[in-house]
């Protein structure tokens, strides 16, 4: 059973950076692709970043190229968002998700909670 819990959400100003931690409790987290997503106050959640199982491909949105970077480390079944140059239009609820494949789309099989990212001008 996949259980995703999300941390490492805060608030921190324009430019500063945060890390994003997503940690499964289960023992098949080598099994899944991993997917970040968000979700600002009335707007739809929409794609961030997605892994492959090996951590080899990587997917990431326009908004977010060149400033997150997203990795795993399947000794330690957790999946990281690294966040710099942080926008107000960053602001958002991150969720991460596990499923088949690396996909850009919500094709993903568990979810996490979220966690909160706000970021002050």
């Known amino acids: 059973q996949v259980q995703l819990v999300e941390s490492g959400g805060g608030l921190v100003q324009v430019g500063g950076s945060l890390r994003l931690s997503c940690t499964d409790s289960?023992?098949?987290?080598?099994?899944?692709?991993m997917g970040w997503f968000r979700q600002a106050p009335g707007k739809e959640r929409e794609f961030v970043a997605a892994?492959?199982?090996?951590?080899?491909?990587?997917y990431y949105s326009d908004s977010v190229k060149g400033r997150f970077t997203i990795s795993r480390d399947n000794a330690k079944t957790t999946v990281y968002l690294q966040m710099n140059s942080l926008k107000p239009e960053d602001t958002a609820v991150y969720y991460c998700?596990?499923?088949?494949?690396?996909?850009?789309?919500?094709?993903?099989?568990?979810w996490g909670q979220g966690t909160q990212v706000t970021v002050s001008s």
């Open positions: 289960g023992r098949t987290f080598s099994s899944y692709a």
């Open positions: 998700a596990a499923g088949p494949v690396a996909a850009t789309t919500n094709q993903y099989d568990y």
């Open positions: 892994i492959s199982r090996n951590g080899i491909l990587k």
